[in-house]
């Protein structure tokens, strides 16, 4: 169902018009009309749900001095875009962190993954340099190799953010300490060996 017609909270059938039960908005399949058994995706933007302004900009007159939404020209405007600057109805309006942006520019960030609050996931270097400079020490024939790489992965991404969840270089520190040791003794090694 695209552009949903909300009307008192419901969303109404594209077929019949009939309200749909809330209880089948937002879900995985498809669900069906009890009025006119028509199958209905409806997927409704948070703002449906938002106590207190369901009523604010729900009305579908818009008189001449109101700026209306971008998306839906027949509802009033309640923000602007913080991205854009387009005026966006309660519908239209998704709030980002400490901004409210419009669903184009949400799906324009979550495609560049330029908002900070959009990403899902990160590769956690400081966990790989960590493993790469302890878990070859089981077989220390290995650790020429693997010491400077995790040496490698810890300067590289030292400034990388390091997970959406906030932590702490430690692990960094650590895969620096003991590869650096590693290659300390493996200098040692080769120097007396080929003195």
């Not at 302004?53 to 209306?68: F, I, L, P, Q, Y």
């Not at 901004?99 to 960030?109: F, K």
């Not at 953010?161 to 200098?187: C, D, E, H, M, T």
Request: charged share 15%.
């Amino acid at each position: 169902m695209n552009g949903p017609d909300v009307n008192h909270g419901f969303v109404r059938c594209t077929n019949c018009g009939y309200p749909q039960p809330g209880d089948t908005y937002n879900g995985s399949g498809f669900s069906v009309c009890p009025h006119c058994g028509s199958k209905l995706a409806i997927n409704a933007f948070p703002a449906l749900y938002r106590a207190g302004r369901s009523a604010v900009g729900m009305e579908t007159e818009v008189s001449e001095d109101t700026a209306t939404c971008f998306y839906h020209p027949s509802r009033p405007a309640v923000v602007p875009c913080g991205s854009c600057g387009r005026y966006l109805c309660v519908l239209c309006e998704v709030d980002l962190g400490k901004e409210t942006i419009c669903p184009n520019c949400m799906d324009l960030a979550a495609r560049s993954e330029d908002a900070h609050e959009l990403v899902s996931s990160r590769t956690l270097y400081d966990t790989i340099a960590l493993a790469v400079a302890v878990v070859p020490m089981l077989f220390f024939f290995v650790t020429p190799v693997t010491a400077p790489l995790s040496l490698y992965v810890t300067v590289r991404h030292w400034r990388t953010p390091l997970s959406i969840l906030s932590r702490s270089r430690v692990r960094f520190v650590l895969a620096f300490l003991i590869a650096g040791i590693q290659v300390l003794a493996w200098s040692a090694f080769l120097v007396k060996v080929l003195a």
